[in-house]
C-alpha cells in the first residue's frame, strides 16, 4: 500500500533561518506529489505540487520542492523563514488509479523570534 | 470566486445521534472529496463524488455515508455517533476531469465533538 513518511513531527526553527520539512513516500507506481499547509483553525491550502518534468519545483510564499525518485522523497524547502511560516505541513501523494490523496502525519512548524 | 464553504463549522452530538455535514463547492468544480483529520489518524480519506456518483471510498464504516446533488454540493452523514468520530471533517473540490493529479481546494472544515 502506499503511504507518506514525515519524519520530523516537529521543527522549531529561528526567525530568518533556513528549514526543510522532510518527506518519504512509498508506491510501486507513479506518483504525484504535493505539499499543504494549514493555518490554525483553517482548512488545506496547496502550497505546490509535482506532476511531471522539472525535479525542482517552486511553490507559494517562497517554499520549494524536490522531487528525488531514487529516494522516494519530495522535501520542503525554505531559505528563510517569517513568523507567519508557523502553521502544520502536510505531504501528500497521489497516483493513476485512486481518487485520493494519502497524508503524512504532518510537520508542525514553529518559527522563534 | 468564492472557495469551498462547509456548515456548520461546529457541531456538539451525543453518542448514538446522527449528523449531516455540508459542502458547497467552487462554482463549476464537479468533484468534492470528504476527509477526515483527527490527532492520533492524521487525514484520513472517507469518499469521493463526481457528477452525483461516489467514485472512491475510504476505508470506513458504513455509517460514513455522502451523497452528492446535481448542483455538486456534497452532504456527508455519520449515524450512531461514537466518541472516535470526533474530528475535523474537511471537504475538498476540484474539478474533476483530470484526478489525480489535479489540485484539491480545501473548505474550512466542520468540527465535530461527541460526547
Known amino acids: 500500500a502506499q503511504s507518506v513518511t514525515q519524519l520530523d513531527s516537529q521543527v522549531p526553527v529561528f526567525e530568518e533561518a533556513p528549514v526543510e520539512l522532510r518527506c518519504n513516500y512509498s508506491s510501486s507506481v507513479s506518483v504525484y506529489l504535493f505539499w499543504y499547509v494549514q493555518y490554525p483553525n483553517q482548512g488545506l491550502q496547496l502550497l505546490l505540487k509535482y506532476l511531471s518534468g522539472s525535479t525542482l519545483v517552486k511553490g507559494i510564499n517562497g517554499f520549494e520542492a524536490e522531487f528525488n525518485k531514487s529516494q522516494t522523497s519530495f522535501h520542503l524547502r525554505k531559505p528563510s523563514v517569517h513568523i507567519s511560516d508557523t502553521a502544520e505541513y502536510f505531504c501528500?501523494?497521489?497516483?493513476?488509479?485512486?481518487?485520493?490523496?494519502?497524508f503524512g502525519q504532518g510537520t508542525r512548524l514553529t518559527i522563534n523570534p | 470566486k468564492a472557495g469551498v464553504t462547509q456548515t456548520p463549522r461546529y457541531l456538539i452530538k451525543t453518542r448514538g445521534q446522527q449528523v449531516t455535514l455540508s459542502c458547497s463547492p467552487i462554482?463549476?468544480?464537479?468533484?468534492v472529496s470528504w476527509y477526515q483529520q483527527t490527532p492520533g489518524q492524521g487525514l484520513q480519506f472517507l469518499f469521493e463524488y463526481f457528477s452525483e456518483t461516489q467514485r472512491n471510498k475510504g476505508n470506513f464504516p458504513g455509517r460514513f455515508s455522502g451523497r452528492q446533488f446535481s448542483n455538486s454540493r456534497s452532504e456527508m452523514n455519520v449515524s450512531t455517533l461514537e466518541l472516535g468520530d470526533s474530528a475535523l471533517y474537511l471537504c475538498?473540490?476540484?474539478?474533476?476531469?483530470?484526478?489525480?493529479?489535479?489540485?484539491?481546494?480545501f473548505g474550512p472544515g466542520t468540527r465535530l465533538l461527541v460526547l
Open positions: 475538498a473540490s476540484s474539478q474533476g476531469l483530470a484526478p489525480p493529479g489535479e489540485t484539491q481546494y
Open positions: 462554482s463549476g468544480h464537479r468533484s
Open positions: 501528500a501523494v497521489s497516483y493513476q488509479g485512486a481518487q485520493k490523496l494519502v
